[in-house]
């Protein structure tokens, strides 16, 4: 799910600063990175493995803008047997006010799952569509995402409903150190409707340094879910993880990782 933090609004993860390779001048811009874990506010989408990554964007001169980004994931694979691919779209509108102090950025984006199948016994689909609204002061920001869709990635409610109005709130920050190198931390907090179990804050810090062919990125992240996670049997932790054994209708059974526990991931991006 790409996060425009690691973007404007869009998507993770992990946020990658603005800098001199993130700023083309042509409206049309493409993107090809390559991470050591692929971390969606904070959890692994990729069960601790490294992931390629591409995406392309068109900003209109009237501040309207439309994207696609695409990742390598397992987490569906994992859960259902199918889906190895994240595919997202989105578009909005982002200006600036008061000499370009401040800004703001409203869009919709869709995290779709293609060859999916049904996400868990309850059929709960991973198709996600978020719309979102982020309102910025010279190095700082705040973001709301607002699930709009059926279900949140996949999560039932305690009840076996659907997670629809399930939010995200986060703060960012990023700061332009000079000759290439920046630093930026976030915090954030994911509430899943009707399933408090699910619920957590994630935080990361990193820097980032623009090499001329690209822009390579050091991020620490971490999460407060709390809970158990056996390797062979699951866990109580929500976000405790299997990657192989599958079986229809129950999921993973067996590979179980804490994908939301704190973790260091290295980053390349080219923006051109």
């Given at each position: 799910?790409?996060?425009?933090?690691?973007?404007a609004a869009i998507i993770g993860m992990i946020a990658t600063p603005a800098?001199?390779?993130?700023?083309?001048?042509?409206?049309?811009?493409?993107?090809?990175?390559?991470?050591?874990?692929?971390?969606?506010?904070?959890?692994?989408?990729?069960?601790?493995?490294?992931?390629?990554?591409?995406?392309?964007?068109?900003?209109?001169?009237?501040?309207?803008?439309?994207?696609?980004?695409?990742?390598?994931?397992?987490?569906?694979?994992?859960?259902?047997?199918?889906?190895?691919?994240?595919?997202?779209?989105?578009?909005?509108?982002?200006?600036?006010?008061?000499?370009?102090?401040?800004?703001?950025?409203?869009?919709?984006?869709?995290?779709?799952?293609?060859?999916?199948?049904?996400?868990?016994?309850?059929?709960?689909?991973?198709?996600?569509?978020?719309?979102?609204?982020?309102?910025?002061?010279?190095?700082?920001?705040?973001?709301?995402?607002?699930?709009?869709?059926?279900?949140?990635?996949?999560?039932?409610?305690?009840?076996?409903?659907?997670?629809?109005?399930?939010?995200?709130?986060?703060?960012?920050?990023?700061?332009?150190?000079?000759?290439?190198?920046?630093?930026?931390?976030?915090?954030?907090?994911?509430?899943?409707?009707?399933?408090?179990?699910a619920d957590y804050t994630d935080w990361n810090v990193g820097v980032t340094?623009?090499?001329?062919?690209?822009?390579?990125?050091?991020?620490?992240?971490?999460?407060?879910?709390?809970?158990?996670?056996?390797?062979?049997?699951?866990?109580?932790?929500?976000?405790?993880?299997?990657?192989?054994?599958?079986?229809?209708?129950?999921?993973?059974?067996?590979?179980?990782?804490?994908?939301?526990?704190?973790?260091?991931?290295?980053?390349?991006?080219?923006?051109?």
């Open positions: 799910m790409k996060i425009p933090l690691i973007t800098f001199a390779d993130d700023a083309p001048a042509s409206p049309l811009s493409f993107n090809v990175g390559v991470v050591t874990d692929y971390l969606f506010r904070g959890v692994s989408q990729t069960h601790g493995d490294g992931a390629l990554q591409a995406g392309v964007d068109y900003a209109f001169s009237n501040g309207f803008y439309v994207g696609a980004w695409a990742s390598s994931i397992s987490w569906v694979k994992d859960y259902t047997g199918k889906g190895t691919t994240e595919v997202d779209i989105y578009g909005g509108y982002r200006n600036a006010f008061a000499g370009g102090d401040w800004n703001y950025d409203v869009g919709l984006i869709t995290y779709n799952y293609p060859g999916h199948g049904a996400a868990n016994a309850f059929g709960a689909n991973p198709n996600t569509t978020e719309v979102y609204g982020a309102l910025g002061y010279k190095e700082f920001s705040v973001k709301y995402s607002h699930a709009v869709s059926s279900h949140f990635i996949g999560w039932y409610s305690s009840t076996g409903g659907g997670t629809r109005g399930s939010g995200y709130l986060e703060g960012n920050w990023a700061h332009d150190l000079g000759d290439g190198w920046g630093v930026s931390a976030h915090i954030g907090h994911q509430r899943v409707r009707d399933l408090s179990i340094k623009d090499v001329g062919f690209g822009v390579i990125g050091l991020t620490y992240s971490d999460t407060n879910t709390s809970g158990s996670c056996d390797s062979s049997a699951g866990g109580t932790n929500a976000y405790c993880w299997g990657n192989n054994g599958f079986m229809p209708g129950i999921g993973a059974t067996s590979g179980f990782r804490n994908v939301s526990k704190g973790t260091a991931l290295l980053t390349f991006k080219k923006t051109f």
